[in-house]
């Protein structure tokens, strides 16, 4: 390119596409930085500073243009973010800097220059799309060439509306068609670029008994109009689709402009399939577009070209009306807006044109394909083979209900039920449509919620394959990632409902209904103090809940556990999410909720073992106080001197026997330690009861984890093999446990040979004088049977 820059006469182009060279290169060099300098964050990226009186250089500006677009990395990669522009978005980058300098030139020949850019743009794209004898109008905005030509509908149909503006439409108001199926916020849209109230709107409904359900019902439409005309209105406008906004269905566009022609209405198109225009093979539908009165394409997206304007295409033989509508302008300013356009047509050709859009929809055909050998999965436009879009939607059938994610409901289904297996379609859907957009992002897939079928995934690459790079080998990925997420999918939705009818029938769980949850369910377990009709956070509960998602969490199972509020309330709830086995739903919920309560229980011990042992404390210290205060008696004053009290114990020793204190934690009782070492043993009084242990564990195979049903092929084992196997395991627990029980209450020194026997009264004294300390507050201890 340098070689070619340099035939170049005019320096100042010369120097142009060589700073654009640079300036590009400058910018994309970031997408190769190493993550050692991706980690480097720029202080002054984001904080605004003075201007700099000395001025900056080019390289400079150009750096903090590259900072302030790539400075945030954490968010995603950058090579996620950046579209393919390559070297034809070049071009209509260039078309911008371009129409700058030619700006600058004088009058006579900056108007010979645009009236040539303008002229070319528009005979090329009218012989490329097949519109003879076509004007064209270059906006940025997309919705701005339609409300430009409802100007000249208004202009062409009230004679008098230049002179006397509004007046004249109050007494024959006009009114614009528009289908139900429209892109969201174009009737509004053009009411206020018009100043035309909303009446002046007629909303067109879609077919609902015969033929798809998002084209134009055009017998409808018809009465639509004959009863507009009775009441003394003027049916101005219709704006027809050639490829909806949602799923790229085409209206019958050569009905609707018979239709037009009765009744002097003007025809208007919009929609991608356009684009089809420029192929060899053209569907007859698309093909009576050109017969229209005008259409809106978006060339932009189609080829991958940035920054290229949406162009408008009529036909008008008024250039007075059009100059009034704004479709036409003397300034210069304004026809340069097909600059960029018209250097990246010539750049690309009409083959590259031709080239791209087939490519596209070829891309459509060949996901369609696909997804037809793909089970529970429904495609919205299977009989528009032509069509660039693609939507689909999974879904599944369940033995002996009708379908799962059917969009109309049948008579004998119950509204509620309806619309909860409503709800699971768009969860599991948009879970899909989320995954599918990670693992493949080069298909360019988005997910959407339309009104009758829910939400879908639509893939259209005429929008999106230019600027992604998208290939035939991603549509294969595409394909792949559908057919791996399939089975969590149908396995999930197979135990939703048996996940609800168990925690219905659990005591202390709470089935949640988010619609927007695509897992198993969600749970929430009601504790003793939980007040059901609060809708606040309960921390008492948070807390429950925080210690089973760790519990949950431990065990090492497939299914995947979260924490979060309830969907109508600030409670903690359980989330349960997708599974890809066959899961025991009943040991699930068995576990959550005993775990739960188990927790529960174990908060509560807690808080009552605190209270005990506090109260504990207090008896002992008022118990040794009066101890000391009874010695106090019986010894006497002189004992308590120093030497007086020693001498007066060596004559006459005191022989007061010492009375320790136990705290028993079972009972939360203070007892004395007399019966212990005078009377009997302590093995003969309370014992505390054994600790109670959660569910049974279930016997599972090496493994194998938790909540797996048993495999299909171990259901030939006979019920009595499985009670043997576990009466087995209870026997060896027995074994092992005997040696244990069978110790004698004594040993003999003869058994143990070479072991010095412990004298009785040493160990007897040792204990006494344990138990004399009021210090030692442990609990019970058990005296060994050498002592007995």
């Not at 704006?239 to 022609?261: F, P, Q, S």
């Not at 010695?631 to 006497?636: A, N, V």
């Not at 009021?774 to 049977?785: A, I, L, S």
């Amino acid at each position: 390119m340098d070689a070619s820059l340099e035939k170049i006469a005019d320096p100042t182009l010369a120097e142009m596409g060589k700073n654009l060279k640079e300036a590009m290169k400058m910018l994309e060099d970031s997408q190769r930085r190493t993550e050692e300098e991706n980690g480097k964050k720029l202080i002054s990226g984001d904080i605004p500073g003075p201007l700099q009186g000395s001025g900056q250089d080019m390289v400079s500006i150009l750096q903090l243009v590259q900072n302030l677009m790539h400075g945030d990395e954490d968010e995603e990669p950058l090579s996620a973010r950046i579209h393919n522009i390559g070297e034809q978005g070049h071009m209509a980058l260039l078309g911008h800097s371009l129409g700058a300098y030619i700006s600058t030139l004088d009058k006579e020949k900056l108007r010979k220059l645009t009236t040539r850019i303008l002229s070319d743009t528009t005979l090329w794209l009218c012989r490329i799309f097949r519109y003879e004898n076509g004007c064209a109008y270059f906006h940025e905005e997309e919705r701005e060439g339609l409300a430009k030509i409802c100007r000249l509908a208004i202009n062409s149909r009230y004679e008098d509306f230049v002179v006397d503006g509004f007046n004249v439409l109050y007494d024959k108001k006009p009114v614009i068609y528009l289908s139900a199926a429209a892109r969201p916020g174009l009737g509004q849209y053009l009411c206020n670029q018009l100043s035309l109230p909303f009446p002046c709107l007629c909303r067109v409904p879609c077919n609902t008994m015969f033929g798809s359900q998002h084209q134009m019902d055009v017998a409808f439409l018809e009465k639509l109009i004959k009863d507009d005309i009775e009441r003394g209105r003027l049916p101005l406008l219709l704006v027809a689709n050639a490829g909806t906004a949602a799923v790229g269905h085409t209206d019958k566009i050569g009905r609707l402009k018979e239709l037009c022609e009765q009744y002097g209405i003007w025809l208007h198109v919009d929609g991608v399939n356009l684009a089809t225009l420029a192929l060899g093979y053209v569907s007859s539908s698309v093909l009576a577009a050109t017969k229209c009165d005008s259409m809106t394409m978006t060339p932009g997206p189609w080829l991958g070209l940035p920054a290229v304007p949406a162009v408008t295409l009529y036909k008008h033989d008024d250039p007075a009306l059009t100059l009034v509508s704004g479709l036409t302008s003397n300034k210069p300013a304004d026809k340069l807006r097909a600059l960029p356009l018209w250097l990246s047509l010539q750049y690309l050709g009409l083959d590259g044109i031709v080239e791209r859009i087939k490519h596209a929809c070829q891309l459509s055909q060949r996901l369609q394909e696909s997804l037809k050998k793909v089970n529970h999965i429904k495609i919205l436009v299977e009989n528009e083979l032509s069509s660039p879009v693609v939507v689909f939607r999974f879904f599944q059938e369940l033995p002996g209900s009708d379908p799962v994610f059917k969009a109309v409901p049948m008579p004998n289904m119950v509204p509620s039920t309806v619309g909860r297996e409503r709800h699971s379609c768009d969860a599991l859907n948009r879970w899909l449509g989320e995954q599918l957009k990670q693992l493949v992002p080069a298909s360019g897939l988005t997910v959407m919620d339309l009104e009758v079928e829910g939400v879908c995934m639509r893939f259209s690459p005429l929008l999106t394959a230019a600027g992604l790079g998208t290939q035939g080998e991603d549509v294969d990925q595409l394909v792949t990632c559908i057919q791996s997420k399939l089975p969590a999918l149908t396995c999930t939705l197979q135990l939703r409902e048996e996940f609800k009818q168990e925690v219905e029938g659990t005591a202390g769980l709470l089935y949640v209904d988010d619609p927007n949850w695509p897992g198993i369910g969600v749970v929430r377990y009601e504790h003793a103090n939980d007040d059901k009709s609060s809708l606040k956070s309960d921390p008492e509960g948070e807390k429950i809940h925080a210690g089973l998602l760790k519990k949950l969490n431990e065990l090492g199972s497939d299914l995947t556990f979260k924490m979060g509020a309830e969907y109508k309330s600030m409670k903690s709830c359980i989330y349960i999410g997708m599974a890809s086995d066959d899961i025991d739903v009943s040991e699930l919920v068995e576990t959550i909720a005993v775990t739960a309560r188990e927790i529960e229980e174990n908060s509560r011990l807690l808080e009552n073992m605190t209270e005990v042992v506090r109260k504990g404390i207090q008896d002992a210290q008022v118990e040794l106080q009066k101890a000391n205060e009874e010695r106090l008696l019986e010894e006497g004053v002189l004992r308590q001197i120093p030497v007086v009290g020693s001498v007066l114990n060596w004559f006459s020793p005191v022989q007061a026997l010492q009375k320790g204190r136990t705290f028993n934690l079972t009972a939360g009782s203070l007892e004395s330690t007399e019966p212990i070492y005078v009377y009997k043993a302590q093995g003969t009084g309370v014992t505390p009861p054994p600790t109670p242990s959660g569910i049974r564990s279930k016997q599972r195979l090496p493994g194998q984890k938790p909540f797996k049903r048993s495999l299909r092929g171990s259901d030939a084992l006979s019920e009595t093999s499985s009670v043997s196997h576990v009466e087995d395991l209870e026997k060896v627990e027995h074994l092992s446990s005997e040696p244990e029980q069978s110790t004698p209450e004594t040993s003999s020194p003869e058994q143990y040979p070479g072991v010095p026997t412990p004298q009785k009264a040493n160990r007897t004294e040792d204990f006494q004088n344990r138990a004399q300390r009021p210090e030692d507050d442990h609990p019970q201890v058990e005296e060994p049977e050498s002592l007995r």
